[in-house]
Each structure stands twice: as C-alpha cells, then as structure tokens.
C-alpha cells in the first residue's frame, strides 16, 4: 500500500480512525545491553494488558462537528498538504530550520563531570530547558519540550537512551517528574551497536534497585507486532511510596529513518495518549533528538486537529528546536511528518465517506 501516494478525490475505503469523532557504577545494575537478544517475554497474569479490538478503538483524533476538518474544508486541507508534498516545499523548510539559530548555552552539559553521561558528545541539552535533578539540580541529558496546543500545553521530556552509568538518574527523574508514561524510540541494539541500555528488569515480577532509593518492578508486558507494553512499578524503599509507569517501546522504526506505514505508529499515539495520566511523556530514542522529536511533533499537530485548530508542521519543529537541540533530525524524518499527518487527514475523507 503506498499510503503517501493517494489521491485527494478518492479517499481510502478503510476506516483506520474507527470513528475516533545521581549515576549508578555499571556493576551495581543487574541488567544489560549484553543480556541480548532478548526473549520474548508472555504477560504474567491473566489475559493481555489490552486486546486488538480495544487497541484499534481508542481514539486518534476527535474532530470538531462542522469544523475545518470536516467537508469541503477538510478537502481543501487535503489539497494543499498534496500541494506541499508535490512541491516539496518541506525539504526547503528543512534546510530553513537547519540554519535555526540556538537562543540558549549548552555549557552544564559539557563540564567535565557532566561529558561522561552524554552519550553523544555533540547532542547536549540546553542549559535553560534541562531537566534538573535532586535539590542539587543533578544533571541528565534531557529537556523538557513544552508545546502549546491552543488552550492545553502538551509537556514532554526528550532525553538519550540512557547509558549503564546513568540508569539511576533516568528512574530518577522519571520519579521526580511523576511521569506515568514513557515512549521509547529505539530498540536496544540496532545494525550491531548498542542505542541504549536496559533499563527495566526483563524477569516479571522481580524486584531490582537502580540505586540507594529505588526499586523497579516489571508487573506485566505485550509484545505486539511493532511495540511492546510493559507495565512497571517503581517503589521509593525509604518511603515506601509507589508510583506505576506505562513503557512503551516502539521497535517498528529504523535509526535515521522512518516506519515504511503509519499505522501501527498512530496506534501507538493513541495508546500512549489513552495511558497518560500525569508527568510530562518522556521519549526517548538513542540521542533523543531525531525519532523522538517526530514522535511529539505528529502528537502535537494530532491534538491541534482534534481541537480545530490551524498547524503549521516548520512553527512545531522550530519551537522544538529551541527547547532541545536538532529535534526531528533528518529530511526523511521531517517530511514523514507531513506524509502521516496527511494519511490522517484522509483517513478523516475517509470516514465521512463511510458515513455518508
């Protein structure tokens, strides 16, 4: 199916929106990347933590009754995002935004102290926007991403896989932020090289510390076919507190490039969005930059659909740019923005079509 070639007359027959109107010595962790391959693990407990049928009825997008994605207006949408396409009028965006001066220093992220916890030494976060840890104001390689959507703001954290060194301070500042959702990018090993370091346990309902403070329990997982649902308790032993995390670990898409459909990719939005309670969305990749910030630019022009509301793919990848870095890394990456959005769009033609 070549989903980014349709026409705009013909809209698709399928209705794929279902009506949807401190660090941690190496020794100390317990798990790794050199555990792989992995084996796939079956849900502990009695039945799936969702079934296919819910998974494809949650919702996408709800559009706005006689809104400007409905009717002829929405067709006039369609049209000029072909337009875009056709003239490749993204590929010259992209060039624009690579010439995007930074408004912030990147100076707490290349101390000495701090280098070692970068993963890549050229993709450090901004001073103003990173996320701090502890009283001390600790340092992680991540940012948070506040993106207006109307009159809601969408809050995420982009950060790189985490490292062996840095597992204590990623639980860390996914406690400290309360975040209930994590979406993972990346697969741990891609073309031989590691991307990022497990950080969760891979045996059900066994209890590891990630530091002096924190315990991580695996209660359950999904394997479906291009991600995985992992459910994890995270304990304060001190305290005894207890917070429960959604990991979501997407394994459709290829370092630098792009799912070749999107979507299982828009099923896991829907997901991830039906999920979230509290805490920014942490995402993460392996440098936290490219597949990342793909993943909060389609979910920030979702939420500004489902609220009527105009979208401008350059304005969001630029406001990205200047809370983290080279968010949406690659040309491939950032006119795959544009191709989902528009597959989304007709997914809507198609739904009116259905519904006469």
């Known amino acids: 199916m070549q989903w980014q070639e349709e026409s705009v007359d013909e809209p698709l027959d399928q209705p794929f929106l279902s009506s949807r109107h401190t660090g ?128 809601e703001d969408f809050s995420y954290i982009a950060c790189q896989g985490p490292l062996p060194t840095t597992l204590g301070d990623f639980w860390q500042m996914v406690w400290e932020q309360k975040s209930n959702v994590i979406a993972m990018m990346t697969q741990e090993v891609e073309g031989g090289k590691v991307k990022c370091q497990r950080y969760w346990p891979d045996t059900a309902m066994t209890a590891e510390m990630v530091d002096e403070r924190l315990q991580i329990t695996l209660i359950k997982d999904q394997h479906l076919d291009n991600f995985v649902i992992r459910l994890v308790e995270v304990k304060d032993v001190q305290t005894d507190e207890i917070q429960r995390v959604t990991h979501l670990n997407y394994t459709g898409w290829p370092d630098h490039g792009t799912p070749s459909q999107p979507e299982q990719l828009l099923t896991f939005i829907s997901y991830m969005r039906h999920v979230h309670r509290s805490g920014p969305i942490i995402t993460h990749c392996s440098a936290g930059i490219g597949r990342s910030g793909t993943l909060i630019c389609i979910d920030v022009v979702l939420g500004l659909i489902s609220k009527d509301a105009d979208f401008d793919i350059s304005d969001v990848v630029r406001n990205m740019r200047l809370q983290r870095q080279g968010m949406v890394q690659t040309e491939d990456q950032y006119v795959f923005c544009y191709q989902v959005i528009l597959y989304v769009l007709r997914c809507l033609q198609a739904e009116e079509k259905i519904s006469g």
């Open 24 to 151: 941690t010595d190496e020794d100390d962790i317990t798990w790794g990347s050199d555990e792989l391959p992995i084996e796939n693990i079956t849900s502990s407990g009695d039945g799936p933590v969702i079934t296919e049928d819910e998974l494809t009825s949650l919702p996408l997008v709800k559009v706005v009754p006689d809104g400007q994605y409905t009717g002829l207006k929405l067709s006039s949408v369609v049209r000029t995002m072909r337009g875009l396409l056709e003239q490749k009028v993204p590929l010259q965006e992209f060039e624009n935004l690579q010439n995007l001066q930074p408004l912030d220093d990147c100076l707490i992220g290349q101390t000495k102290e701090n280098k070692r916890k970068n993963r890549y030494k050229n993709i450090v976060p901004f001073d103003t926007t990173r996320v701090l840890l502890g009283k001390d104001g600790g340092y992680i390689n991540a940012n948070f991403i506040n993106m207006a959507v109307k009159d």
